[in-house]
């Protein structure tokens, strides 16, 4: 496709739908506002929110216009500095966590919302980590409480916020349980550092795991009595499948909630964890024009990793 100078390449929907709805278009490049920065995009990343928005199952919470550019965690390099934006910010790798627009090859964004990208990251790893991280980071420490010495069971912990909560866990000092459902996730989050992995297709977790501080429970209906089986008095149980009756709780004498709020970590803090080696970034990788595969593999059940959407040639780092 040949992009004319004002244009761009972008993954735009003009109606809810499936992924059929995602088609790859010449769009304008956005102009800076005051406060903002033009990101040449390098890489965005693919998650739950995009295909919501996508199906119109947030259209009540968060209605969009058409046509749409998806996408809200991007990594990239700032091309041009709006209005009350430093210039020296321009030829800067970033990342950061954004309303929308990261399928794209550039994206206007606040200059507040965006963080160096750390070294150590590629632009496809950068482009995963906002979300996921900050997401753990409140779960398991804003929410849960978890402290050094405790024990956590992470349900589904190969994809999504899992990989992240694993690794933090580890990090606190926790002793870290997980589950997975194929041989290849199994070994995917023993690497991650968990100190004992279940394959919870052949095994109830509640046979092999008791007493528990903290559960961060992924799965359906169908495993919240286990879940809730496993806490031990005082527990806490984080779930994103509903909860239990206040009568199960009273009865089991532990505590219920969704995760919610806003973390309390700033983002520079998780970067340095990374540039320490404490979180790593497995990633899955998709050009912008298998957009729909990718959407497809991130609802399949089977993804592993985070998913990204590769923009730009990237080199493999840049600072």
């Not at 290849?184 to 100190?195: K, T």
Request: hydrophobic share 45%.
């Amino acid at each position: 496709m040949t992009m004319s100078t004002h244009m761009m390449r972008a993954i735009q929907i003009h109606s809810y739908g499936g992924p059929e709805q995602l088609k790859l278009e010449e769009a304008p490049i956005p102009t800076p506002s005051a406060g903002e920065v033009l990101v040449r995009v390098h890489a965005a990343g693919v998650n739950p929110i995009d295909w919501k928005i996508l199906q119109g199952l947030m259209k009540d919470s968060q209605p969009v216009t058409f046509p749409f550019i998806p996408g809200i965690e991007v990594a990239g390099v700032v091309a041009e500095a709006g209005p009350g934006v430093r210039a020296d910010l321009i030829g800067q790798a970033v990342l950061g966590q954004i309303a929308r627009g990261a399928y794209a090859g550039y994206v206007s964004v606040p200059a507040r919302v965006l963080a160096l990208k750390p070294k150590t990251l590629s632009f496809s790893e950068a482009a995963v980590f906002p979300i996921g991280a900050t997401a753990a980071w409140r779960t398991l420490f804003d929410n849960g409480g978890l402290t050094s010495g405790q024990r956590v069971l992470i349900q589904m912990a190969a994809a999504g916020m899992g990989l992240f909560a694993v690794q933090l866990a580890k990090w606190k000092g926790a002793q870290v349980i997980a589950t997975a459902s194929t041989p290849a996730d199994l070994d995917f989050v023993r690497a991650l550092g968990a100190d004992i992995v279940v394959d919870d297709t052949a095994t109830p977790v509640e046979s092999v795991v008791q007493d528990v501080d903290l559960v961060i429970h992924g799965g359906g209906a169908a495993t919240l009595s286990s879940s809730l089986a496993i806490l031990r008095r005082g527990g806490t149980l984080i779930s994103n499948a509903g909860l239990p009756s206040p009568a199960q709780l009273q009865e089991r004498g532990v505590r219920a909630m969704t995760s919610g709020g806003v973390a309390t970590v700033p983002l520079e803090t998780l970067i340095r964890l990374v540039d320490e080696g404490h979180l790593k970034i497995p990633v899955k990788t998709f050009p912008l024009s298998e957009v729909q595969q990718a959407h497809a593999y991130a609802q399949s059940g089977r993804a592993r990793g985070r998913i990204v959407l590769r923009v730009a040639e990237e080199d493999p780092l840049m600072s």
